[in-house]
């Protein structure tokens, strides 16, 4: 008889392991169509190592779904926190690759959300692992002799993200360095190792063309609130600095709202042509707040104003 302790351990080990933080064995994963985890005295598959942790349970709990809240699942009679959260790991490693979205930024999606916490040696690797996962040639992806890693792996991003139809809007507002090319600022530098600051914001909490963004030339074009902001200069001394906590203060349609950077290093805001900045927002504004992307705007004249959630906006 496998005591439970025995089969919490096996997962928690794996968990533990240097698999689940590579990029290339998350390659593995994704494409494998069945996993199978070896062991000194022999191979078990996750199903198998459930079963073990039920042999040595007096009182096995059943089976949390998919549809049932954390909060539900951790109150569930007999339940042990350590193996269902090692247990939860790992099953979600089960199902990458598996019945994927066809459309791009789904697919997309699905492979962002655990890059979060793998790492590489070799970062120009990165999008040869993704194109591989989301069925993409890498015959398209530069090859730079003697380039910097650093660079290259900029260069192949571009050319990634680029040649999908569709990608996620929450890419524009998840806290990462993003490229600092024309047409390309609202593309991550990499998708690896940034933890919850990787985690894709939602807006509207919808999975649809809505909740998409259209890569372009000349930048990424989407349909969101936003605020456009009359006087450049006064709010550009504000954000300039690059101090973590600046806070601005705006009027909007009669109400006053306060707005506070996340920046880390200064950041040059008036691009050439550019007279005005506007605020790109995650979701409708209302009095509970929401995250926003400022951009510059070539424009030749514009008001304070709130725009509606079909505005459509090209950032670049």
């Known amino acids: 008889m496998v005591r439970t302790h025995d089969a919490t351990e096996m997962v928690v080990r794996l968990k533990a392991s240097s698999w689940v933080r590579r990029l290339w064995t998350f390659h593995e994963a994704y494409l494998a169509r069945e996993l199978h985890y070896q062991f000194k005295d022999?191979?078990?598959r996750l199903s198998a190592i459930l079963g073990k942790y039920h042999q040595g349970s007096e009182n096995p709990p059943p089976?949390?779904?998919?549809h049932e809240t954390e909060r539900i699942k951790t109150r569930i009679e007999g339940a042990d926190?350590?193996?269902w959260s090692a247990y939860r790991f790992l099953e979600q490693v089960e199902v990458l690759g598996k019945d994927a979205p066809q459309e791009d930024h789904a697919r997309l999606r699905s492979i962002i959300h655990p890059l979060r916490w793998r790492t590489t040696s070799r970062i120009q690797d990165e999008t040869i692992c993704l194109s591989g996962c989301i069925d993409r040639t890498?015959?398209?992806?530069?090859f730079i002799p003697d380039a910097d890693p650093s660079d290259l792996a900029i260069?192949?991003?571009k050319t990634f993200l680029s040649s999908l139809q569709t990608v996620p809007l929450g890419l524009l507002f998840v806290q990462r360095p993003h490229i600092e090319h024309d047409g390309c600022r609202w593309?991550?530098?990499s998708f690896l190792g940034g933890g919850m600051d990787s985690t894709l914001p939602d807006p509207w909490q919808?999975?649809?063309?809505?909740?998409t963004g259209r890569p372009t030339p000349s930048g990424l074009v989407v349909a969101l609130p936003g605020i456009m902001l009359s006087d450049v200069t006064d709010y550009t001394q504000d954000f300039r600095g690059g101090h973590t906590h600046d806070i601005i203060f705006i009027r909007v349609n009669g109400r006053?709202?306060?707005?506070?950077?996340?920046?880390t290093e200064p950041v040059q805001w008036r691009l050439p042509g550019a007279n005005q900045l506007a605020i790109v927002l995650r979701e409708e504004l209302d009095e509970r707040g929401t995250f926003g992307c400022l951009v510059s705007m070539i424009v030749d004249e514009a008001e304070t104003n709130l725009m509606d959630k079909e505005q459509v906006w090209c950032v670049g």
């Open 42 to 44: 022999g191979a078990l």
């Open 63 to 66: 089976i949390p779904t998919g």
């Open 81 to 83: 926190p350590v193996w």
């Open 138 to 142: 890498v015959e398209d992806l530069p």
């Open 155 to 157: 260069e192949r991003m």
């Open 187 to 189: 593309m991550p530098t």
């Open 206 to 211: 919808k999975e649809d063309v809505a909740a």
């Open 256 to 263: 006053a709202y306060y707005v506070y950077g996340l920046l």
